[in-house]
């Protein structure tokens, strides 16, 4: 079956700090990649995408790259802000005719002034 | 621009109780879902519907009923609530499987905070 793999958090970072979340992932088929985030008492919002591989989903100064070889989609963000303190989801699709989506289970991220 | 409204927004039931969390969107998706989140184990799928009068289940659909009469609207029943229900659950809908596997964008609620006592 599919499965998405997150790094546990909480990750406490300081302003300005880079940032990495590690998303490893099994699937039947070629999945495509996404990552949300979840802002506090709010729902789900689409980040980012890739839908093959050595693609970069980019936006809000966040980028990932679907990595095939090593099942790989990890999160970075160069410079952290206040404002990007969320919970971040890992998840992908193959389209099956059944079930969207599978998500990891989130990793909360906390940026201190 | 209302998009995807989950109702209600929190609730407080005893075990034996039944309820049904509202969740309506206007804008005219055919796939509508509701998901369950839970501390550790992200999101799990209960239900889905894939256009007005087909459902199905999910990861983790006992306890729960579904059922679609309209595009709008699908609501979320649960038959006889237990503490092991107590979770966050979301409505998520989008134009189809198809468009999630290929663009992923699945639209949410804000979430019903459900208590079990």
């Known amino acids: 079956g599919n499965s998405v793999t997150q790094m546990e958090g909480p990750v406490t970072l300081s302003e300005e700090a880079f940032l990495t979340i590690n998303c490893t992932y099994t699937?039947?088929?070629?999945?495509?990649l996404f990552w949300y985030v979840q802002y506090p008492g709010e729902g789900l919002q689409l980040l980012l995408k890739?839908?093959?591989?050595?693609d970069k989903g980019s936006n809000k100064g966040f980028e990932a790259t679907y990595r095939k070889e090593t099942t790989s989609f990890h999160l970075e963000k160069g410079s952290v802000q206040v404002s990007d303190s969320a919970v971040y989801f890992c998840a992908l699709a193959v389209y099956t005719g059944r079930r969207a989506l599978t998500f990891g289970s989130g990793t909360r991220l906390q940026v201190q002034p | 621009n209302a998009g995807v409204t989950q109702t209600p927004k929190f609730q407080v039931l005893k075990t034996g109780q039944s309820m049904t969390l509202q969740c309506a969107q206007d804008m005219n998706h055919e796939y509508m879902s509701w998901y369950r989140q839970d501390p550790g184990m992200g999101l799990r799928l209960i239900h889905y519907s894939v256009g007005a009068g087909i459902t199905d289940q999910g990861e983790v659909p006992n306890g729960y009923n579904v059922s679609r009469s309209t595009t709008e609207d699908f609501p979320l029943r649960l038959l006889s609530a237990a503490p092991s229900q107590t979770s966050v659950y979301f409505c998520?809908?989008?134009?189809?499987?198809?468009?999630?596997?290929?663009?992923?964008?699945?639209?949410f609620g804000e979430g019903s905070r459900l208590t079990v006592l």
């Open positions: 890739a839908t093959k591989a050595d």
């Open positions: 998520a809908s989008s134009y189809g499987l198809a468009a999630i596997a290929n663009t992923g964008e699945l639209f």
């Open positions: 699937a039947t088929g070629y999945p495509s």
